[in-house]
């Protein structure tokens, strides 16, 4: 199993740019969700999703938007990117009858 | 607003010493307590988790202490080693069975930097 897995690694963007980033999971888990880690913050949850084709609003859903067309994909989307949102992005997954979650390995995102 | 609060931000210890992270939470409705640990360019992998019907739990040289009443636990690592330098978080979570039951706050984060 490769886990969660995300793409790509370091992204930079201008200001007013969109993207996506993606986040894949092989474990079968059906609760997905996306954090932001910045510096003397922790982790702020942005959207999360408990099944294909349900989604939510986190702690810090503003300038994000997510989908979950099917159990293992649930893409991050900036749709008109702001300095503000350069952090480090982190998808998660937990699956039934457990409270561990996963974590990918992070996207870089810096916008200027 | 946080709504779990850690301290120290950041500390440092000689190999075989004694690291202690505090945090403190006010939505008494959280009933899931785990710890993170997150090597540099990492994602946080979970350490340890606790549960508010008991007060002390251990794997190995972590140990989480849980005082419900003053709503605050606490990380010891015992005989820290230069491979524990990490950043560690504290989060809370649940109640467990709503639908707050995957929802994680957590804390700022505490680096710690094991000495040899």
């Known amino acids: 199993n490769a886990g969660v897995t995300q793409t790509p690694k370091f992204q930079v963007l201008k200001t007013g740019q969109s993207m996506t980033l993606q986040c894949a999971q092989d474990?079968?888990?059906?609760?997905m969700s996306w954090y932001r880690q910045d510096p003397g913050m922790g982790l702020r949850l942005i959207h999360y999703?408990?099944?294909?084709?349900?989604?939510d609003q986190g702690e810090v859903p503003n300038g994000y938007n997510v989908s979950r067309s099917t159990t293992e994909d649930f893409p991050l989307r900036l749709l008109s990117a702001a300095p503000s949102q350069t952090s480090v992005y982190f998808c998660?997954?937990?699956?039934?009858?457990?409270?561990?979650?996963?974590f990918g390995p992070g996207t870089r995102l810096t916008v200027t | 607003q946080q709504q779990v609060k850690q301290s120290p931000q950041s500390l440092i210890v000689q190999k075989g010493g004694i690291s202690i992270i505090n945090c403190a939470y006010e939505n008494t409705a959280f009933d899931y307590f785990p710890w993170y640990q997150q090597f540099p360019g990492k994602g946080p992998a979970l350490l340890i988790a606790?549960?508010?019907?008991?007060s002390e739990k251990k794997e190995g040289r972590f140990t989480i202490s849980f005082n419900k009443s003053a709503k605050q636990f606490s990380l010891h690592i015992m005989d820290s080693q230069p491979g524990d330098s990490a950043t560690y978080f504290c989060a809370a979570g649940g109640p467990l069975g709503s639908s707050n039951d995957y929802k994680l706050s957590f804390g700022a984060g505490t680096t710690v930097t094991v000495r040899a």
């Open positions: 474990m079968n888990h059906e609760y």
């Open positions: 606790i549960r508010p019907d008991v």
């Open positions: 999703s408990v099944g294909a084709g349900i989604t």
């Open positions: 998660a997954s937990l699956g039934q009858n457990s409270y561990e979650q996963y």
